[in-house]
């Protein structure tokens, strides 16, 4: 007979525990010594110039081997300005200076120093010397560190059947910093935590233990142990009485990765000694202690989950569940807010001079959420992700093998740019790991920390090898895996003397796929087949499930993201989006999709797509003049995708910052009369690009001031922005901040997630375009 008003078993032991605290001697800390100095010191001069000094560090190597590569760090004092420095790459964080070797003092011979090439600066100020210089991480003068203090203090906090609770007091800190503390057990390690209490698991009731603690230092120096105390775990059969449900269950806060609970506390006789909370029928946290509230994470964007919380006393008995609460996650942005996600091309350093600084001067760094960096392409050979290769496309579009084993990592991490070219105004050496776009990233995201920044895979000329890639379980694992090596934990290959592990890490929060297009035609000699929409579902599960797990491992969550389809056929051919028929949908694994807005209509630099008939490339409706039998528009390809179940929360929508033209267009007359001004009218090919190899293609900004008399009109019906400069003349479609302020509108009344803009280089100086995207996509900064 249960009941919280029976009587419970009189044979509990008092609570009150025999600690012993005298040291055991099977508690021994593991020997760890000081780190002493690996070879080099470091020997501090100042001389005086009058209005500046020349402060210096001469490296020297008293060992008898040489020895390559050295990192000088040291602490300015207050009051000592630091000016011009030489012979050694500096970086600043405060007052903490850094300085890595000149490719040509590196090496330091054994038994010689850097002399004549040792690192120096102008120094003005007071004549106070620099403190705490290390050198290769030793000390400067090659003494041997000294460990953290003893940790003083250690007693039992709390006790159940199978746990034992410690806590003690903060050890003192001598020559670095406190990283944490290791629990110990018979010498061996059984809990590491950072703060001052620790709580033992996987404990035998009724059993005695004895414990230590150690302290650790940033730089690995480990502490003499504690004084030992000593415990019995309680006696199960002392209370076999579970506590009562706990109540009030409740959502307090939620984000698109993590929802916040709390309930109501509950009572006794023996103490709680915790709250299990459940998701479903699998443990998702444990509180310890009375705590009432928790934090679950590692959840989905926009899925509902539902939760249960029981009570464990100090025996373990383990309450009932309380009533359950289902909660939906929130989308990647967050109540009202809009994600504003821009494409910026690897290619465009060169004739477009569109450098990472330009996201920056024009003011759109500050404006955008995400930047794609288009793009990254696939081994043709191994189906991995290609990084680490210098091989251009050819010319041709319609050679099937354009992109075939293409790449650019000169401009990715390998090229150095000048203090003009750089965000913030440093410039590169030629010898650091990370030079490149890469290295501009990082200076960007570090200057406007808000930024997500992903790799975009594919697009037109790169997407040949997805359906091999994508086609068998073992071929997407090795895709992923590769994919996440180079990018997300940032292994680039050598290339020249870039690159390296690690190089790359930290600068993107996620992946964008843009593979053009599954279970459809693109790019001439793309492989493709039916078999590809449902690879293409199984190859976004991959990824998701990799970059979870090393989310896991990280304590971050990345974005996947993609590139889809406008034009339904499309979609139906290789994209599985019903959120309806209870079959895996993309939408499980996208955090969003950047729907196709553009190119609805155009000419190819080789005459080909639709060359003899203007056509707008982005209109928002349905243009009640468009002759051709098929629809494509912004709002019909939304459509698509929302009454298939789509969450509009998942999707943004497309922007051109580009115009498509053509040339040699008719006037044309109205139905009812009066003139088209060009529109749906003939044409006799692409007119002339921004570029030789790109006719029929203008940014934004240069179609504004390289084509005279184009006058903007803007079609009401079908919200549309183009441009005519008369009767056989020159005919452009485009988006403009009218365009754009009309379509952002629509786009918060079909609460999509935001917009996506393909592509930043197309804007003025002054981002005109990217300021109406702002405008109209507003988000709290």
């Not at 004549?127 to 039992?156: E, F, H, I, M, Y």
């Not at 789509?646 to 109205?670: E, S």
């Not at 002339?688 to 900004?701: H, M, N």
Request: glycine content about 12%; overall charge neutral; proline content about 6%.
């Amino acid at each position: 007979m249960g009941g919280r008003t029976g009587l419970r078993r009189s044979t509990r032991l008092p609570l009150a525990v025999t600690v012993l605290l005298a040291v055991v001697g099977a508690i021994v800390a593991p020997s760890t010594a000081a780190h002493a100095a690996a070879g080099l010191t470091a020997t501090f001069s100042s001389s005086d110039n009058g209005s500046w000094r020349m402060d210096k560090y001469v490296i020297s190597n008293p060992t008898t081997t040489a020895i390559s590569g050295w990192t000088l760090e040291f602490d300015l004092p207050a009051g000592v300005t630091m000016g011009n420095a030489y012979h050694g790459t500096v970086t600043r964080v405060g007052n903490r200076v850094t300085v890595v070797n000149a490719h040509y003092n590196g090496t330091v011979a054994a038994g010689g120093s850097t002399e004549p090439y040792s690192f120096w600066f102008i120094a003005t100020g007071t004549a106070a010397a620099p403190t705490n210089c290390r050198v290769n991480g030793n000390k400067c003068d090659g003494s041997p560190d000294r460990a953290p203090g003893t940790p003083t203090g250690l007693t039992v906090s709390g006790r159940t059947t199978k746990t034992l609770s410690l806590t003690w007091a903060a050890a003192t800190a001598t020559d670095f910093p406190i990283a944490g503390y290791d629990v110990l057990r018979g010498g061996t390690v059984v809990a590491s935590v950072t703060g001052t209490a620790a709580t033992v698991g996987g404990l035998t009731p009724n059993t005695s233990y004895t414990f230590a603690v150690v302290a650790k230092d940033t730089r690995g120096n480990v502490s003499p142990a504690s004084a030992a105390v000593s415990a019995t775990t309680l006696n199960p059969a002392d209370d076999t009485v579970a506590p009562p449900a706990p109540g009030g269950l409740r959502s307090t806060a939620v984000t698109a990765a993590s929802v916040t609970l709390a309930w109501n506390a509950v009572n006794d006789a023996s103490g709680i000694a915790g709250y299990d909370v459940y998701r479903g029928t699998q443990l998702a946290a444990t509180v310890n202690g009375t705590g009432t509230s928790i934090t679950v994470g590692g959840l989905t964007p926009l899925t509902a989950y539902t939760f249960t919380v029981r009570a464990r006393d100090t025996y373990d008995n383990v309450s009932p569940a309380s009533a359950s609460v289902t909660v939906t996650t929130d989308d990647v942005m967050g109540a009202g807010r809009y994600a504003k996600v821009g494409y910026f091309v690897q290619w465009g350093i060169y004739g477009r001079q569109y450098f990472v600084k330009n996201l920056d001067t024009s003011g759109a760094a500050a404006k955008l959420t995400h930047i794609n960096y288009a793009f990254a392409n696939l081994d043709p050979v191994n189906l991995t992700c290609l990084q680490g290769v210098t091989r251009g496309t050819t010319p041709n579009p319609q050679d099937p093998d354009q992109g075939t084993g293409a790449g650019d990592a000169d401009a990715d991490y390998g090229r150095p740019f000048s203090a003009a070219q750089s965000v913030d105004g440093v410039a590169d050496t030629g010898w650091e790991k990370l030079r490149g776009n890469f290295n501009q990233l990082k200076k960007l995201k570090a200057k406007h920390p808000h930024l997500k920044i992903l790799i975009s895979l594919g697009g037109w000329t790169y997407s040949k090898y997805f359906s091999d890639a994508a086609a068998t379980p073992a071929s997407r694992e090795k895709l992923v895996r590769s994919c996440l090596d180079i990018y997300l934990r940032g292994n680039l290959p050598v290339a020249g003397n870039a690159g390296g592990p690690g190089t790359a890490a930290g600068i993107f929060d996620g992946i964008d796929l843009d593979w053009e297009w599954p279970g459809a035609e693109g790019h001439p000699g793309n492989h493709w087949g039916p078999q590809d929409k449902a690879n293409n579902t199984a190859l976004l599960a991959e990824f998701r499930r990799q970059m979870d797990e090393l989310g896991a491992t990280t304590g971050k969550r990345y974005l996947l993201t993609a590139f889809t389809p406008a034009d339904p056929a499309k979609i139906d051919a290789g994209w599985d989006i019903s959120r309806t028929d209870g079959t895996p949908s993309v939408f499980d694994y996208l955090d969003f999709a950047n729907v196709q807005g553009y190119d609805f209509h155009g000419a190819g630099s080789d005459n080909s797509w639709e060359p003899n008939r203007t056509g707008h490339q982005g209109n928002l409706y349905r243009d009640a003049q468009d002759p051709y039998p098929f629809e494509f528009s912004v709002e019909r390809a939304v459509r698509t995708y929302t009454d298939a179940g789509v969450n509009p929360r998942q999707l943004t929508v497309g922007f051109a910052f580009y115009g498509r033209g053509w040339q040699g267009v008719a006037a044309g007359t109205l139905p009812g009369g009066g003139s088209a001004n060009g529109e749906w009218q003939t044409a006799t090919g692409a007119a002339p690009g921004q570029f030789a190899e790109e006719a029929g293609t203008r940014g934004y900004a240069n179609l504004l001031a390289m084509v005279p008399g184009c006058t903007v009109q803007h079609d009401t019906q079908s919200v549309s922005s183009y441009c005519f400069t008369g009767n056989g003349g020159q005919w452009w479609t485009f988006d403009d901040p009218w365009a754009i302020g009309q379509k952002t509108t629509w786009a918060k009344q079909q609460n999509l997630l935001g917009g996506m803009i393909w592509e930043m280089s197309g804007d003025t100086t002054a981002g005109t375009l990217m300021s109406a995207v702002d405008t109209g996509l507003p988000s709290p900064r």
